[in-house]
């Protein structure tokens, strides 16, 4: 099973500033299969990005996804309010998919 | 707007049976895979189990493997997953949700059910 490594744990940025989430996996994930989704507390994972940069839809585009292979990164450009939560990476390209252990994303 | 919608959770004892059923609105069922995924707060988010859209072929993790049970009725827009032998370690949030690749991401997800196996 591909173990997927988020960083940082917690990052605590104020609103308007840039977001830079990493995901690494233990081995390349196959055809850049990786998804990330955002959680609020009490509330369902949303979907955000697949195929490690195509946005799901009605993502506004301050969000984006980039990487290959082992290493890859949400950036979300200039933080709004509602965009504090949790945000989680999966690996779908080696079977079992798996999840990262997510990152919190904290008002600064 | 695509929905899923979980119920049955519950509190049960170790070594009982729960049954989980999803609701689904909004996409043509019948065309799309269907999966469980939990979520537990040391274990964070781990897949269980996925459904093929004709539920003809079915795929568990190891942890669930001879245990649970997914099945859906096309005809009604439901997905089940039955747990057997419960255990401890099975006490999660159970979502369900859609899979637009038989092997790939998820969305939407339901809002999730919780399932608490304790003596």
């Known amino acids: 099973e591909i173990v997927l490594t988020q960083s940082p744990g917690t990052l605590s940025l104020s609103p308007g500033e840039r977001a830079t989430l990493s995901c690494r996996a233990s081995r390349s994930v196959s055809s850049n299969y990786l998804a990330w989704y955002q959680q609020k507390p009490g509330q369902a994972p949303r979907l955000l990005i697949y195929g490690a940069s195509s946005r799901a839809t009605g993502i506004p585009d301050r969000f984006s996804g980039s990487g290959s292979r082992t290493d890859f990164t949400l950036t979300i450009s200039r933080l709004e309010p509602e965009d504090f939560a949790v945000y989680f990476c999966?690996?779908?390209?080696?079977?079992?998919?798996?999840f990262g252990q997510g990152t919190k994303l904290e008002i600064k | 707007e695509e929905q899923v919608l979980e119920s049955g959770g519950g509190l049960v004892q170790p070594g009982g049976s729960l049954r989980l059923s999803c609701a689904a609105s909004g996409f043509t069922f019948g065309d799309y895979a269907m999966s469980w995924v939990r979520q537990a707060p040391v274990k964070g988010l781990e897949w269980v189990s996925t459904i093929s859209a004709s539920g003809q072929t079915t795929y568990y993790a190891d942890s669930v493997k001879g245990r649970f049970t997914i099945f859906r009725d096309n005809s009604k827009n439901t997905l089940s997953l039955q747990m057997n032998s419960l255990r401890v370690e099975d006490t999660a949030v159970y979502y369900c949700?859609?899979?637009?690749?038989?092997?790939?991401?998820?969305?939407?997800w339901g809002q999730g059910t919780q399932v608490t196996v304790s003596s």
């Open positions: 949700a859609k899979a637009p690749l038989l092997f790939g991401w998820f969305d939407p």
């Open positions: 999966q690996q779908y390209g080696s079977s079992p998919g798996s």
